[in-house]
């Protein structure tokens, strides 16, 4: 079936080195889209990324991540984690043909100062 | 745009009592959708309407749980008899067409709590 596996319930990294978010899938869904969502403490989740193209780096926010559909993977990073980045990290994949979209279980990532 | 709406934000039941859950899409949007979050199972898939009809229910807990869009601008989800494992926050999203290649938005969800 189809399935995002984020490794890593809780990510902690010291302000100003870098993080990295895993994310691998499986799926059967034709041109798919993938996004990162992230939701702040108290806030409604919001698309962070999105891409659908093979080996494309997309940024926003600090924040990049590239689709490697040959590992299956859309690990999102950052060169330089902010305490403002403190949240809770979904990575996600939706398909053209489908109406479900596919939430893997969620990386809270924790900044120190 | 005042994105999507949830009201209300907390709801504290007593076990065995009803809870109403209200959803304002984006206007424009065709697609609602409905989840629910633990801290366990994250994000979990309720039911979704295209155009307020009801097309996929599949997560809902099919003899407590129920959704209704009677027109374009809400949605309710309705549990009766709750029970403490009812217990989440209960997250509407909308999307333009209900494909989910397109950008899901969400509201900020209501924090069911059963005691």
């Known amino acids: 079936g189809d399935s995002v596996t984020q490794t890593e319930g809780l990510v902690t990294v010291t302000e100003g080195l870098p993080v990295k978010l895993n994310c691998t899938y499986q799926?059967?869904?034709?041109?798919?889209?993938f996004f990162w969502y992230v939701q702040y403490l108290n806030e409604a989740p919001q698309v962070l990324l999105k891409?659908?193209?093979?080996?494309k780096r997309t940024e926003h926010q600090g924040f990049h991540a590239t689709l490697h559909k040959s590992s299956s993977s859309f690990h999102l990073q950052k060169s330089s984690a902010q305490l403002s980045d403190s949240a809770l990290y979904y990575c996600?994949?939706?398909?053209?043909?489908?109406?479900?979209?596919?939430f893997g279980k969620g990386t809270h990532l924790h900044v120190l100062p | 745009n005042a994105g999507v709406i949830q009201t209300p934000r907390h709801k504290v039941t007593g076990k065995g009592q009803e809870a109403t859950l209200w959803c304002e899409p984006i206007?424009?949007?065709?697609?609602v959708f409905w989840y629910r979050q633990t801290i366990v199972q994250g994000l979990e898939f309720l039911t979704y309407?295209?155009?307020?009809?009801?097309?996929?229910d599949s997560g809902m807990p099919k003899e407590r749980f129920s959704a209704q869009m009677p027109n374009q601008s809400h949605s309710t989800l309705k549990i009766q008899s709750t029970q403490p494992q009812d217990s989440a926050v209960y997250l509407c999203?909308?999307?333009?067409?209900?494909?989910?290649?397109?950008?899901?938005?969400f509201g900020s969800g209501t924090r069911l709590t059963v005691l």
């Open positions: 999203a909308s999307s333009r067409t209900g494909t989910s290649a397109e950008t899901l938005y």
């Open positions: 799926t059967t869904y034709l041109t798919i889209a």
């Open positions: 891409s659908s193209t093979d080996n």
């Open positions: 996600a994949l939706g398909g053209t043909n489908a109406y479900k979209v596919i």
């Open positions: 206007s424009g949007h065709s697609a």
């Open positions: 309407f295209r155009n307020q009809a009801p097309i996929d």
